[in-house]
């Protein structure tokens, strides 16, 4: 079912650094690839610090990436430009000249793909999603004005159209016309993550990045936005990848779950595949710590505990992203590899 | 006896808009080691509850009522000097909001190490005190006890010449032990080091590992002690140089192997020093001060500490104690009679205060006597030999001055209103929420405690046993003695902290050490956050929402974390959270809380299995689990706004289950069994029946028939 689907977002060996001060580098997101098909739930999961919120703001273009490309719908929306000319730089010293020139010509047709996207307008079907509901509404703005604002952005000028456009997604979230004259301070926490999710509808978009949407929420609260966030994807058809640490709120909401671990995508599976077959140490120790509300199982749980220095031999060989399962990718070696599969097996 | 325990407490916040009326009568008990887990939304209160505990209510806080009891004392009646003792050392809070609980412009490392170094200097200096105070009160209760012929009471020349001799020996054994001390904290300072450079082995490059390694040989070149590594260890040194000759050989290509072995060695040579029998100081101290010319065998440590003990009791102790002994008891005589004259005057007082109405122009002088005598005269009642303190004893003077004051100015001030004159603006606020009977009750309250406790202790007093409390006070002595002298310098606290950073999981602690709050995510300043309020070893810590911004792993890392320090320390714990998933693996017992009351409280099987109250209810039914798959049931609505709480039931507004008196009354506490009652009318036996929503039921049922083995 899932291979029929067309492919909205397509990410290729993506990387993301930032430098710190004198010399370091901080390796935030460290070459991950995948793939989001129209219409699903992708969920990220992973520690914090872990790279999933850049991974996402990568994805919408609030960072310059370093490295890797991004497509959406088809067009390449941003190319590691600077990445590519360093290894076009490495290649020519050792002077692998077929490789070097096929890596030049994809470098002249980055720079125009990513301007012909532009051109497209690609970029208004993906919105964003904010944690903090409070901290990214304009306090001096009215909810009309917020919302509004991406119509105007977008080249809309008839009133008439912004209006009935902002009562529509007003509606669609819940809130009622007359809420759109007011500020955000005169809404509860519930209403003002409503108001964000009306933001992001707005223009009708493919993807919407929902980045921890519900973390900074009341529990009460939480099952309204969760609730909120699953009819508009039945009723529309929306595709969201979704961004959180809540391992019950991301297996009762996704189709596919990435894992992500120090920068790097460690295991990505279809939800059921993943809780039946995790393979990846990291994922196991990961699925080992979610609570439950039953004392009785909590007194009894056995944690499994991660440290990746002591669980991999990275050592001989460095470790890729490979097909254990149909759908199921998790970040090894060779060794490991044929493990897993000894354990799939047996 | 409940360590803490909070009862009727009532709070409200003074706002432009009028009083939020925040914690609405909230009573709980916390017996030692145990966790409780307070849920509710934002809003509901449990902060406000906790920060009160913790005395440290915003400004505009008013307390209107209700007492928080901490080992004897009343926590919102205690002045701020007495709070300093317990605030962040007895009693200390976790943060939900790191930002503002970390200094942004000091590094990580001082924050977590400023509490250990000050609270070092203050224990030492406390103890001190102590342990100059106890001498001389020892002194003077054995030189009464002689003057009275008590038995076995040695004349007074004799008294303070031994306690000369006890004095100089406990301060040359203090100095073995402390140099003892720190050559331990180095060994195994080694250990811990040695145990992470053979993870970085796996994987770091040579040249880090060598880097590591020259850091480690700094504190293994430290441990020179007579009783651990003695400085004569031509083997050790030996060893130390190997490892170093090795490390240059391993970075520049040489195998791993070799110097692992040599690693190795070197940490259960180490470890085997640290395990090994401990010479006792006390004793050995008096050997060597009162015979500093004989050379003392160190070779055999059992022997050595038989040997001393055998002198000190011989030559000093025995004697020692019989004076003692007569001191305590002559000591403990004196004050069960003062205490028995002190219950008489307390009660007399308590006759006459609730017999007299106040009155401005005559008692003013009189009441303030009556505090100071009454005040006295408990305190004369103290066995300043006793060990254990009566704090209700000890505190009297400020909690009943502070009831008196209360009750006084309420008096004046309701004499002022009846008099229809102006009322100053500041005392406005006061004079509005008078409460007689309530200030009436404390003043009473806090007598009959006092008089409670005295009148055990003489009733006790027939029966008691003195032939331990001389050895108990030596004892006691002792250990204020050793305290005296253990220093926390900087690079003990350092290490310190970087294990503490160690044990609540942030990598690499000696790089994030010298960084700033803001080069932390939020997950690792939360752990910072924890790492400082553990370092001062509480008694009670509050954790409010401490793993509400973590991810699982690290959330359940902290939980497991603060349940090991709950078992070995005895730590009782309050839990902060919104989230009911957490609880269920720390607390012994919940307490919901909504809109300022506690609605369910119940041990945790209570609550999970069997939920009574809708708001509980909802609360579960919210969150799905990895089971779930239907829709979930949201609450509907916001909690209501505290300015105008409701009538009846707070949560009927939400409630589908809602009946017509929940609009109308309060629902009281129903128990339901011996550890769970909940406010809810439902539970009244003429409500109809009504079921828990299906997902709970479905849940519990999941649980029950799995039996705590289901894992996604």
Redo the contacts between chains.
Sequence with gaps: MAEEREVLLRVEHLKQYFKLGIGATVKAVDDISFDIKRGEVFGM?????CGKTTTGRDIIKLYDITGGDVYFKGYRISSGIKDKKKQLKKLKKEGKTAEAEALAKDIKQAKIDVKKAKKAKVMTGMQMIFQDPSACLNPRMTIREIIAEGLIIAGEKDKEVIDRRVKEVLDMVGLLPEHAERYQHEF???QRQRVGIARAMVLNPDLIIADEPI?AL???????V??LL?ELRNKMGLTIMFIA?????V???SDRIAVMYYGRMVELAETEEL?AHPFHPYTR?????????????????K?II??S??EH???EQQPTFREIRPGHFVLCNDAEERKFRAEDNG | MAILSVKNLIISFKTNNGTVKAVRDVSFDIEKGETLAIVGESGSGKSVSMRAVMGILAGNAIVEGGEILYSGMDLLKISEDDFHHIRGNKISMIFQDTLSSLNPIIKVGKQLTEAMILNGKANQRESKVDFEDKLKVLETAMNGAYEHGYEGASAPEKTSADIKILTGFVGSGNELEARYNAAYDHAQNTINNIRHILIQLINQPPKAVGKLIDQMLKPADKVYDEFLIRESDEEYKALLAYIKAEKAVYVSGGDKEVIKGKLNELSSRLSAACEREKPNFFTLGYSIYAHPETAQDYSDIAALNARTRQVLDDEFMLDFLKGVRAGVKYSFDVSIENKKKAVAELEAARKYLSENVYDPARDEKAYNKLVETLSDSVESGIDRLDIDKDSYAYTFRTTFGAAMDTYVRAQKLEKRKAAGRHIPKKQRQFADNINMELYQHNIELTIDKVVENYNNQIEKAATADFSNYGIEIIDYIKDKASKMVYKVTKTMAKDRAINLMEEVGIPEPRKRYKQYPFQFSGGMRQRVVIAIALSANPDILICDEPTTALDVTIQAQILELINELKRERQLTVIFITHDLGVVANVADRIAVMYAGKIVEYGTSEDVFYSPAHPYTWALLSSMPDLDTKDKLEAIPGTPPDMLFPPKGDAFAVRNKYALKIDFEEMPPFFDISPTHKAATWLLHPDAPKVEPPKIILDRIERMQRNGGVNNG
């Excluded at chain 1, 640490?245 to 709120?249: A, C, F, K, Q, R």
């Design positions: 999961v992973g520690e914090s610090g509860s926490g519930g973390s009341d529990v009460s609260i939480q099952a309204q969760i609730n699953n640490h809540d391992l019950s709120v297996k009762y909401f809780f120790a990961l699925l080992s710590a979610i609570p439950l509300p039953d004392p009785n199982y909590e007194k009894q749980r944690r991660y440290e220095a002591l031999d990275y050592s």
